[in-house]
């Protein structure tokens, strides 16, 4: 069941007057009352049955009886008006039931406790086999205001038992609907008509949405943001304070008929301009070039918003709200960047994923940015260095794992909602990185080292990986790890040592290909510059040090047994 409350004003008669009239498109059916305050009321019944207006007056001055007693005292805005609507695969249920349903809600939000006389008036109408509408003034017997804040979640969580009570239909709920007002805020029915009207899938404030998160999440600073917004055809105006200073930014789309301006905070309350400000001001600068033998090289972007990537499933089981929110918030950006950088064939499958990630992380959480400064940094520089098949595949297995650990996260919470958009975004990450990594994997594989090699790798292989190796040799993705490992040594790695550390980066007993992770893992670390001929001697100096000898080469590395950990892995 889903509970919609909205203040329609002070005008009882015309709530009233619309709920028993036919509707806008006929939909009004049987009109009539199935509760009430008092059993005695009329009931004006449908539109067109005789003496209908004049029950209609009176079912609205019993109504509005005690907002006239009360005169200048009464609030303003007094109506109170609550739809509850079933599922469109739930049982009809009894003008009985609704009843007992509306009492419950009103009781649970305030506005009528069950046992007191002074609640609130009110009147539940149902024109419909799926829904009814409560309608109350907000003036006690006592001709005080009713203590009904907070009642949506307290409607929602009602809502939550009736269902189970009743046998119907579970709504999955969150604390987005809990609080009551969404980080990302819902169309209208106004905006959801015109995009109808216009053929549009989406209304101008979610394709308004989308663009700005996608513009943040490359911006280096205010300037380029608006400057993006401008570049992906929005019309943008800032709005300056007499002090010069900027006070907020509104936009609109060019193509919605007269501009119908919608400013940051309106389309989503992360996305108001103090919001913005502070997001833009927590990235590190891009990393500096590095000494190379080939040359200055700066480190991939790609690379480090993976390493960043992997790091946060630890930050949501072990931080606090603010340093969790920050991680969260700055992983959404990447998901809305990730479009950009992708195969044509893959963007509306990431679009849609990073739509429900956002879904999946709504709360009213206090964030600090600041703890998102390394992935926005490595974000900023993904923008100056596009990144190959590989690059994106691995940093959607990392992804992976994110939003793995955001539904379990939910789920001990039980926020179902979050749980479930968690799951559809899943989906579609799943979809493209299948897509991504098998055209990596394949472009990989067919840069095949010597038979030598292949052997000497095999060998290696069995010596550190003996639990996982035979099912590596049998994976699809085994070739592309041989010739990974070939290029890593061509780097300058030694093959065994950064098989070896791969393994200890997080345990691979859930995997679902171990020489895919494998492959990820070690493109990473064969990037970084190798150890000297001074280190490796340190290395075979450690008293922690075990030499593995490979066969057919008569050479020795450090062997570490990986270290037991628990987690999961893809």
Known sequence: MIANIVKPGSNTYGVLAYLFDKGRANEHTDQHVVGSWDDFVPDPGPWDSPGHK?????????????????????????????????????????????????????????????????????????????????VATKVRGDLRPPRNWNDYHRAMNELTSI?????????????????????????????????????????????????????????RDLD?????????????????????????????????????????????????????????????????????????????PWHQATAAAQRI?????????????????????????????????????????ALGFEHATHTRARTDHQHGRALRGALKGMRYQPGD?????????????????????????????????????LIHLQAAYDRIAAAALARLGAHRPTDGLVHRYTHTLREVLPSHAEQILTEAAWPALLATLAAAQDAG???????????????????????????????????????GPGARAAQAASPHHRPTTHAGTGTHTAYTPPPSRSGRSR
């Open 54 to 134: 004049q029950r209609l007056g009176q079912l609205t001055q019993a109504l509005d009886l005690r907002v006239r007693q009360a005169g200048d005292k009464a609030p303003e805005g007094h109506v109170w008006h609550c739809s509850v609507r079933a599922a469109p695969e739930d049982r009809i249920l009894t003008d009985a039931e609704w009843a007992t349903i509306a009492r419950r809600v009103l009781h649970a939000t305030g506005i009528a406790p069950e046992g007191d006389p002074d609640g609130c008036r009110w009147v539940a109408v149902r024109h419909a086999d799926d829904h009814i509408h409560i």
């Open 163 to 219: 269902e189970q009570d009743f046998g119907l239909t579970r709504i999955p709920r969150g604390p987005e609907v809990a609080a009551g007002a969404p980080a990302a805020k819902r169309p209208t029915r106004a905006e959801q008509e015109k995009a109808k009207r216009l053929g549009r899938d989406k209304t101008a404030r979610e394709r308004l949405r989308h663009t700005v998160r996608a513009a943040l999440s490359h911006a």
């Open 224 to 300: 380029e943001f608006f400057n993006l917004l401008a570049d992906a055809g929005l019309q943008v105006e800032t709005r300056v304070l007499p002090s010069g200073d900027l006070g907020g930014y509104k936009v609109s789309l060019p193509d919605d008929g007269p501009p119908i301006w919608y400013s940051g905070s309106s389309l989503a309350t992360d996305l108001s301009l103090p919001q913005v400000r502070q997001r833009l001001a927590a990235a590190e600068a891009p990393a500096p070039a590095v000494a190379h033998p080939a040359g200055p090289r700066r480190p991939n």
């Open 313 to 353: 499933p630890r930050h949501l089981a072990h931080g606090d709200d603010a340093t969790i929110q920050a991680h969260l918030t700055v992983f959404g950006e990447v998901l809305y960047a990730l479009p950009a950088h992708a195969p044509v064939g893959l963007k509306a499958e990431l679009h849609r994923a």
């Open 389 to 425: 098949h590989s690059g994106l595949a691995m940093l959607l297995d990392a992804a992976l794992l994110v939003v793995l650990a955001t539904q379990r996260r939910s789920a001990l919470r039980h926020h179902d909602r979050q749980v479930a958009a968690a799951r559809q975004t």
């Open 493 to 531: 790695h030694d093959p065994a040592t950064v098989l070896q550390q791969a393994t200890q980066q997080r345990t691979l007993e859930a995997a679902k290909s171990v020489s895919e992770v494998l492959v990820w893992r070690i493109q990473r670390l064969g990037k970084r510059h190798a150890p």
